[in-house]
């Protein structure tokens, strides 16, 4: 299959000009295979179109927005109709209250919401609103784990300083012993436990919540006095309906959400607790667009099919045939082949495969059949995607283990990730 | 003039259950008169409706965002248009490189551009750009000015920690010495000096920025290696079509800005000069909705409206008929009247006004009579308004005025502003 990428190069030549490094942040294909196009021009159902006009399924799915598939025609349809009565206003409209009220009808563990912008607003309010509730400093939280990109939290550290990081510890996930030594270790002066749904770090294997990790910290939260927040930013209506921790009979303080809250729209909310009131109250926080209308608008869409399509499980039944299928074509090709996390979010990794070689030469022949995984990533499966397309992602994949099969004992290493295996 | 309330008072006690504090952030009308509406339900060129259908003239516009009129056809067009096409994807589509580049052949200072959504991300990413390029760690910026809402710059300390704000140190706007004092204490360690485009704090009068404090800041980081930032997120386009301290001679090192950017879509971006661009490089930054391709199809639109339109000089005219139409006849009912700043974005303070009682009655006289004016923070001039919107104004003035008059020697104080006048 030939492809073409001259307007992708064209525009990336463009952006090395007028922006640092040509592009920045999780879309960068700086730590992707040579061949990921940089530029999209378009998105329908569960298909992204390249700058080249190069058509794929895409198990990104934007990295979570899109969860009911792109250019939604009802979500849109709302979102379109409210930007023409009023959208970012000199304040509100009944929708934000319409919208709270939608969610603390569904989040069971939430009595109240406060919307924003970015996931790492409504993560960094969780920890002011801990701080401010607790009147003390410090966060433990799990090492690797991703919680946004400010200052005291972004996972690349140039430019931040010291005390932008101070008052936080770190445990393992899914880890008892080790949460109880970092909260031990913060004495009195414990504010919040963070906790991901799911281990769904870059680059390792990801891992399902230990159902006695996740009740130890409700029960450390409980004896400290401290709030417990779940950010499900990242995963969440992928999982559950709810809170995914209601699943392991745990209910937070404070839970963190964004992505596909609207299906693409900006917006993500910090949902808390009758506790937690008071404190979020007194936080000040804000942002230009953060009352946009349109995107409540949107949200009270997507929320409407959360609440009434069988979606979650279709694109679970989706996820496991994928998880079977590649299984057995995998084990067909001879290849160790993981697949973890949950099977609405998976990740692959191939064993003995330090710096990704197979992985990325595994995505490549993916790409190049018109399927979009990602090597290191956790994927994202949305609703807009059939049985059809499992079974086309199915065919692509027995093609490329076969020609992995054929290239792996001549790969050669992978320089832009030689950082993983401490080769550089 | 009897204007119903009946839906807003619903929606607050909606919001009182579901919204911590009812309502949070700058649009909170907490500190405004009483018979401020909370919650609208449209806005369409210069006007806004409340959620009772009551129509206001809207000096706020939306804090800024809206500088071409609410709901435009051409810029929501465009949005609508590429929101078809592809908006949240996998990857950024080619506007955002059109838009890069647009930005830096209309701002002198710019050699580049990073997206992001909140001016707070933007403000933010600067100081870390900053303390990447220059591996120093202290800011230097003027008391009482705003930049963003996150633990380092929010105005209201709740949840804040102090290591949160280490390393900042405080000047007077406007006071070279001052500032000279402050980047003297920075010692070897300065590593940015932070300027709002004028003085435009809440409360207080506005102040044009002098051109030797202007020239001293630029100065000080030539001689520091500090980097230079304006932060034009509130009064970016409303000054210039360029960086506002351009018309002083003085080029910024980095430049923020936001709000007005796609006229209500939600974009923000930090722009920078050579000198700046590995250290921006380097700063890891990124949010789910960033790289929007709706919101930049509107923002070329916007822009193309700030080149090829006289909108400027518009609603520069516009405020300068206002400004004197108000002093007219502030003058003939004997009040001492303040209106400071730049004629398109006006500020409006009483003299012998401590707690603002004159200012609240004013203003909510304005209010019955369909102009949103603001008590205490600066306005806004949009390029919908019309001479008839001003002389309309100027109409409802006058009669505020008259039943200030009356009214004035029996105002009892603003309980909700004692804060003010230290009288609590």
Redesign the interface.
């Known amino acids: 299959m030939t492809q073409s990428n001259s307007?992708d190069r064209e525009?990336r030549e463009?952006?090395a000009?007028?922006?640092?490094?040509g592009?920045?942040?999780?879309?960068s294909?700086g730590l992707l295979p040579d061949d990921y196009?940089?530029?999209?021009?378009?998105?329908?159902g569960a298909h992204?179109?390249?700058?080249d006009g190069n058509r794929y399924l895409?198990f990104?799915?934007?990295?979570?927005?899109?969860l009911f598939g792109?250019?939604h025609p009802e979500i849109?349809a709302a979102?379109?109709r409210q930007?023409?009565?009023?959208?970012?206003?000199?304040?509100?409209?009944?929708l934000?209250?319409e919208l709270?009220?939608t969610l603390?009808r569904m989040v069971s563990h939430a009595?109240?919401?406060?919307f924003c912008?970015?996931?790492?607003?409504a993560t960094?309010m969780a920890?002011?609103?801990?701080?401010?509730h607790t009147k003390r400093?410090i966060v433990v939280r799990a090492k690797g784990a991703y919680h946004g990109?400010?200052?005291?939290c972004?996972?690349?550290p140039?430019?931040?300083?010291d005390?932008?990081r101070?008052?936080q510890i770190f445990c393992d996930y899914n880890d008892v012993a080790s949460l109880e030594a970092a909260v031990a270790e913060a004495g009195d002066d414990l504010a919040a436990i963070f906790a991901a749904p799911f281990r769904h770090d870059a680059f390792i294997d990801q891992a399902e919540p230990d159902a006695a990790y996740a009740r130890k910290a409700r029960e450390l939260c409980d004896r400290t006095g401290a709030l417990l927040v779940v950010d499900e930013?990242r995963a969440g209506f992928r999982l559950s309906r709810d809170c995914s921790w209601s699943r392991l009979g745990v209910s937070p303080d404070l839970s963190t959400w964004?992505?596909c809250l609207a299906n693409?729209?900006?917006l993500?909310v910090m949902l808390?607790n009758e506790k937690a009131?008071?404190?979020?109250?007194?936080?000040?926080?804000?942002?230009?667009?953060?009352?946009?209308a349109a995107t409540m608008a949107a949200a009270l869409e997507t929320l409407r099919l959360v609440r009434e399509t069988d979606y979650l499980e279709r694109i679970t039944a989706l996820g496991d045939r994928l998880r079977a299928g590649l299984d057995a074509r995998a084990r067909a090709a001879g290849f160790g082949f993981r697949q973890t996390g949950p099977a609405t979010m998976p990740l692959f990794l191939f064993d003995d495969d330090p710096d990704l070689r197979k992985g990325f030469c595994f995505s490549s022949e993916m790409l190049s059949r018109g399927v979009?995984v990602h090597p290191w990533h956790n994927m994202f499966l949305c609703a807009a995607m059939t049985e059809a397309d499992i079974d086309q992602t199915l065919d692509a994949a027995e093609a490329a283990f076969a020609v992995l099969k054929r290239q792996a004992p001549a790969l050669g290493p992978v320089e832009k990730l030689a950082f993983l295996s401490g080769a550089h």
């Open positions: 307007r525009l463009r952006a000009a007028v922006i640092p490094g592009m920045y942040g999780h879309q294909v196009p940089q530029f999209f021009e378009r998105g329908e992204i179109w390249d700058a895409d990104m799915c934007a990295y979570g927005p899109n792109y250019a849109d979102f379109v930007l023409g009565q009023g959208d970012t206003l000199t304040g509100p409209t009944g934000m209250v709270a009220e603390v009595d109240w919401a406060i912008k970015n996931g790492t607003d960094t920890l002011t609103t801990a701080r401010a400093r990109a400010l200052p005291w972004t996972p690349r140039a430019g931040v300083i005390s932008d101070a008052h930013v964004g992505k693409g729209h900006p993500s808390g009131r008071r404190a979020a109250a007194s936080v000040y926080v804000t942002g230009s667009f953060w009352f946009q979009y």
